[in-house]
């Protein structure tokens, strides 16, 4: 293998994403993170986290069917330009939102021109700078950059090419609709065909084209001799910046952002991301549309999920953790590291996200009701018609 991609792998596939936590208390150890990390003091120390990861402990260590750690449990395939992390289908129960690949490229490194027969593409780079280019079938390609925090889609069936234009390695996120992408590389397609027929469809000699017809595989990617400026045409607007769009929730606590038809008439789903400072919560809610995959690009977590069964999973989650979360299913997390903990959502919906809280559902009942459903006294159920309404983010106690 490459000496350089063996390091680029084991430097931000491995470490990175098998990482495992540990805080004073040397008898917390979960199976959750990865043994091999038990010493890097990345769980905070604040009393409160710390007494709920004791609380949980015997809950913190089951089963959680609705989660992979896609650079633990997913196929992984690279070459000397790059490599490619990605989630076959049916790894992980219930998941009707999609697929999440990772990669990465090196500079001077393509993914290379290729289409996806049956799926919408949605990507996020989460650092350095790409060029994409789109090709349709009409007037000429677009072509657009795209920096850290930016966007790109790249509709059903378009012929597309994604660059490393930087002078740093690129990484970025890829998010399908489809739980199995078809995913078809240019040279293969030119390899299917007979001598012939190639030669007739190109304009090149069959002797011209015989390296071509031994391509059976897939390169997924590869160097180009050299990277050239090309000048910006995307005049669909495939581009979006996170950075630029305007938070619905935003506070010393964290942020959440929100990119959907509002901001871009092009989207197929719904992106959200959310960061948590350490120490805070992601309001325990449920969305009334729209299965959804949240993907935890960094940090460390807590999940309370409650599934349509009712079985209840409390874990923790981090880097690479993919998570299948259907509609209606009932969430919260937690960030119990000492770093922020972001995280990004995919809800397979176009329509406005509906969200309901438990605060924010009782508040709509009278007091009769809320007293027969609950329990609570007359004097309780008051004093939660009265409460203010909670923000999507709030500082977790325990």
């Known amino acids: 293998m490459n000496k350089i991609i063996k390091c680029m792998l084991l430097s931000s596939v491995l470490n990175a994403c098998f990482?495992?936590?540990?805080?004073?208390?040397?008898?917390?150890?979960?199976?959750?993170?990865?043994?091999?990390?038990?010493?890097?003091n990345q769980l905070s120390n604040d009393p409160a986290i710390i007494r709920l990861l004791k609380e949980e402990k015997v809950s913190l260590n089951k089963e959680f069917p609705f989660r992979m750690n896609i650079f633990k449990n997913g196929k992984v395939d690279e070459n000397s330009a790059g490599v490619r992390v990605s989630e076959q289908a049916k790894q992980i129960a219930k998941n009707n939102a999609g697929l999440?690949?990772?990669?990465?490229?090196?500079?001077?490194?393509?993914?290379?021109?290729?289409?996806?027969?049956?799926?919408?593409?949605?990507?996020?780079?989460?650092?350095?700078?790409?060029?994409?280019?789109?090709?349709?079938?009409?007037?000429?390609?677009?072509?657009?950059?795209v920096h850290k925090g930016e966007t790109w889609i790249i509709p059903q069936g378009t012929l597309h090419s994604l660059e490393n234009v930087g002078k740093d390695k690129?990484?970025?996120?890829?998010?399908?609709?489809?739980?199995?992408?078809?995913?078809?590389?240019?040279?293969?397609?030119?390899?299917?065909?007979?001598?012939?027929m190639l030669s007739n469809s190109v304009g090149l000699s069959e002797s011209e084209l015989a390296h071509i017809q031994k391509t059976t595989n897939n390169p997924l990617s590869n160097y180009q001799p050299q990277v050239e400026s090309e000048v910006d045409y995307d005049p669909l607007g495939y581009n979006s910046d996170l950075n630029k769009i305007k938070p619905i929730y935003n506070s010393e606590l964290g942020s959440i952002v929100r990119l959907s038809k509002t901001q871009n008439s092009n989207m197929f789903v719904t992106l959200q991301r959310t960061i948590l400072k350490s120490g805070s919560m992601r309001t325990p809610h449920w969305y009334t549309n729209g299965d959804e995959l949240l993907y935890v690009q960094d940090g460390i977590g807590f999940i309370s999920m409650m599934d349509d069964d009712g079985n209840v999973y409390h874990k923790l989650v981090q880097r690479g953790d993919l998570i299948s979360i259907p509609v209606g299913n009932f969430f919260g997390f937690i960030n119990v590291g000492r770093k922020d903990l972001e995280v990004y959502e995919v809800l397979?919906?176009?329509?406005?996200?509906?969200?309901?809280?438990?605060?924010?559902?009782?508040?709509q009942l009278n007091k009769d009701v809320i007293q027969g459903a609950t329990g609570l006294s007359e004097h309780l159920a008051e004093k939660l018609l009265n409460q203010k309404s909670l923000d999507p983010i709030i500082k977790f106690k325990n």
């Open 19 to 40: 990482m495992s936590y540990a805080i004073a208390d040397s008898s917390l150890k979960f199976n959750d993170l990865s043994a091999g990390f038990q010493d890097n």
């Open 100 to 145: 999440v690949f990772y990669y990465e490229l090196l500079p001077n490194a393509m993914r290379v021109p290729h289409w996806h027969a049956n799926a919408n593409e949605l990507g996020v780079v989460t650092s350095g700078s790409m060029r994409v280019e789109i090709w349709n079938g009409l007037d000429k390609p677009t072509i657009y950059y």
């Open 170 to 196: 690129l990484s970025f996120i890829v998010i399908y609709d489809h739980p199995v992408t078809a995913d078809r590389d240019f040279i293969t397609a030119w390899a299917s065909l007979p001598k012939s």
């Open 348 to 363: 397979k919906t176009t329509e406005q996200i509906n969200e309901i809280t438990l605060l924010g559902g009782t508040q």
